[in-house]
T-cell receptor, first 112, second 110 residues
């Protein structure tokens, strides 16, 4: 089955800790994205990558970092510099600049 | 950058009635407009999309219309069913970036 796999589904973190969210896709898509979703709000773009070894900041990149060493993988690190990290994080991929965006099932991060 | 506004934020309809959700966008360079349905605790799923060279698209009970001049597009769901209850998001896309509206929570009452 082709799709996007995010892990873990739920994650708890203490303040001051970095955490890494995994995103893997087997759709052979070039572009991958990370979005943040807060209750009652839309999806806000954190980072995106159009090609391996290249990525761009989205609208809310501060406190986050990414890497794109392989086409199928785009992990997101939530650093201790992110002031309000509790949120639902969604990874997505797309085959082209204006092609369908496929989403994973999300990772819910809670900072204790 | 692009700004997408979506209305209403909540919508309650009786089963069998129609539902309409409206979105506006600010950048005329946007050329792709998808609609997503998100169920609780899950990732959004594409339900219908439209490109800037098309004015209307239909798929069974759902349809989308696009007015490029006015920069607005709408989702129409006819003969609503309880399983249509979810949060719906519109989006506008250009140059590899997708900009989302704030979402509409649709409640279909049996």
């Amino acid at each position: 089955d082709g799709g996007i796999t995010q892990s873990p589904k739920y994650l708890f973190r203490k303040e001051g800790q970095n955490v890494t969210l995994s995103c893997e896709q087997n759709l052979n898509h070039d572009a991958m994205y990370w979005y943040r979703q807060d209750p009652g709000q839309g999806l806000r773009l954190i980072y995106y990558s159009q090609i391996v070894n290249d990525f761009q900041k989205g609208d809310i990149a501060e406190g986050y970092s990414v890497s794109r060493e392989k086409k199928e993988s785009f992990p997101l690190t939530v650093t201790s510099a992110q002031k309000n990290p509790t949120a639902f994080y969604l990874c997505a991929s797309s085959i082209s600049a204006s092609g369908e965006l496929f989403f994973g099932e999300g990772s819910r991060l809670t900072v204790l | 950058g692009e700004n997408v506004e979506q209305h209403p934020s909540t919508l309650s309809v009786q089963e069998g009635d129609s539902a309409v959700i409206k979105c506006t966008y600010s950048d005329s360079a946007s050329n792709y407009f998808p609609w997503y349905k998100q169920e609780l605790g899950k990732g959004p799923q594409l339900i219908i999309d439209i490109r800037s060279n098309v004015g209307e698209k239909k798929d069974q009970r759902i349809a989308v219309t696009l007015n490029k001049t006015a920069k607005h597009f709408s989702l129409h769901i006819t003969e609503t069913q309880p399983e249509d209850s979810a949060v719906y998001f519109c989006a506008a896309s250009m140059d590899w970036k997708f900009y989302f509206g704030s979402g509409t929570k649709l409640n279909v009452k049996p």
